[in-house]
Structures are given as structure tokens and as C-alpha cells.
């Protein structure tokens, strides 16, 4: 199983980027899928769960409304469109994949096998 996460870099605060984190040797379409990330000397944080269906399960506050995530299970891609960035979003940022008999969705590390390695995210002016 490898979990590939790509699209990081630096941005200015208020530009847009997208993550995308290709995944290989999973069900894909039976898993729930999720973005966290962790800053310099932070805990990894919960960013956004989505369920099979690509349903925004749940998002962060701090995130709430300039963030997105979506998948295309045609393609195993897992995608993070993240809008109106600010100095704060500035981290590492890991997707992560779960089987999921029921179609759900967790927000919790532990609830996830399988992980990417992690894509670093400057904004910075």
C-alpha cells in the first residue's frame, strides 16, 4: 500500500494551491479518506475526513470554508483544494486511508492504517 502526496510549496498569504495524494495496492473506492497536518513544533492536526462518496464529512474550524477535499476513485486520487491561505496553514501536510466497511469517516489518527509521506506547505510573503 503507498499513499504518494504531491502539490506542496510556497505561497503568498490569500493564494490557492491544491494537494493531491495518489494511492496504490488499496481498495480505494472502500476507503475513507482523510488530510491532517502539522506545523513546526504542533501535534498533527485533523484537517478533513471524506467518505467514499466524497462527501466532506468533516472539517476542521480553522479550515471551514477555504478548504475542500475530493476524490476521483477512477483515478485513486485524493485531492485537498485549499483557498484564501493564510501564514497559520503553513505545515506538513499528510492524507490518510482507512478501510471502511460502512461508508463512514473518522477524524481521529488512530483511526487510520495507511498513510502518504507528507507534503510540506509554505505561505509566507
Known amino acids: 500500500v503507498q499513499l504518494q502526496a504531491s502539490g506542496g510549496g510556497l505561497v503568498q498569504p490569500g493564494d490557492s494551491l491544491t494537494l493531491s495524494c495518489a494511492a496504490s495496492g488499496i481498495m480505494f473506492s472502500r476507503c475513507s479518506l ?25 472539517v476542521a474550524d480553522s479550515v471551514k470554508g477555504r478548504f475542500a477535499g475530493s476524490r476521483d476513485n477512477a483515478k485513486n486520487t485524493l485531492y485537498l483544494q485549499m483557498n484564501s491561505l493564510k501564514p497559520e496553514d503553513a505545515a506538513v501536510y499528510y492524507c490518510a ?11 481521529r489518527e488512530d483511526g487510520f492504517q495507511y498513510w502518504g509521506q507528507g507534503t510540506l506547505v509554505t505561505v509566507s510573503s
Open 97 to 107: 486511508a482507512r478501510w471502511d466497511v460502512s461508508g463512514g469517516y473518522s477524524d
Open 34 to 58: 482523510a488530510w491532517f497536518r502539522q506545523a513546526p513544533g504542533k501535534d498533527r492536526e485533523f484537517v478533513l475526513a471524506i467518505t467514499w462518496g466524497g462527501k466532506n464529512a468533516a
